[in-house]
């Protein structure tokens, strides 16, 4: 399975916009890469998955570049509520999705 | 409605006790996961099922023991708890053909005395 490394942390101010990038150097043809957001005692969320080039939701943008070996989760205009651990994960289906979370990173954003 | 949900939410038993964690989802989804996240935040596939089989059995002791009566629903049984025991333990589901988009319950918060 591809590791997966971003920054530990990272601060923002409402209304920025917020760019955390993952690397995945030994990602592998069939891998997915998808985001995820943790608030302290709940389970993690579902932000934005992709493949290659740019995916957009009414949350986030993804974006990938050819070489497929990171990827940026964008964060139009954080506010507050947007304080939370991010999880890079990178995987592909090998008899099953086996998915595995890094540290993370976590963005405190200050108003 | 939940979409995935876990019982109990916080469950406090002594070394040594037998305890069940339930969950269950209602989006349909062929598979199932369970997730243990330590003191350190540090979030750790166990098992994962699909259909009612177990298709991921990561390094677990085998006083965990996964049962699925039917695709919509992944209990944890765990034999003889010991502190190390203590965490988070989330379920988690995931449609076919979705990627990695995986849908997680609250958690269940474990303590062992």
């Known amino acids: 399975l591809a590791k997966t490394t971003q920054p530990i942390s990272m601060d923002s101010y409402e209304g920025q916009e917020v760019n955390i990038t993952c690397s995945h150097n030994?990602?592998?043809?069939?891998?997915?890469i998808t985001w995820y957001q943790q608030f302290p005692s709940q389970g993690p969320r579902f932000i934005i998955q992709?493949?290659?080039t740019k995916v957009t939701n009414e949350v986030a943008s993804l974006f990938i570049p050819a070489d497929r070996k990171s990827s940026t989760l964008s964060l139009p205009r954080v506010s507050l509520s947007d304080t939370a651990v991010y999880y890079c994960l990178v995987g592909g289906y090998t008899g099953g999705f086996k998915t595995i979370f890094g540290a993370g990173t976590r963005l405190f954003v200050k108003a | 409605d939940t979409a995935v949900s876990q019982t109990p939410k916080y469950l406090v038993t002594q070394m040594g006790n037998d305890k069940s964690i339930k969950c269950e989802q209602n989006l349909g989804h062929d598979t199932m996961y369970w997730y243990k996240q330590d003191s350190k935040k540090f979030l750790k596939i166990m098992f994962s099922?699909?259909?009612?089989?177990?298709?991921i059995n990561e390094t677990v002791p085998n006083r965990f023991s996964p049962k699925s009566p039917d695709k919509a629903h992944l209990n944890l049984h765990i034999n003889s708890l010991e502190l190390g025991d203590s965490a988070v333990y989330f379920c988690a589901s995931k449609g076919q053909g979705s990627g990695n988009e995986q849908y997680f319950g609250p958690g269940t918060r474990l303590t062992v005395t």
């Open positions: 992709g493949y290659k």
């Open positions: 030994n990602i592998a043809t069939n891998d997915y």
């Open positions: 099922y699909n259909n009612k089989e177990l298709i």
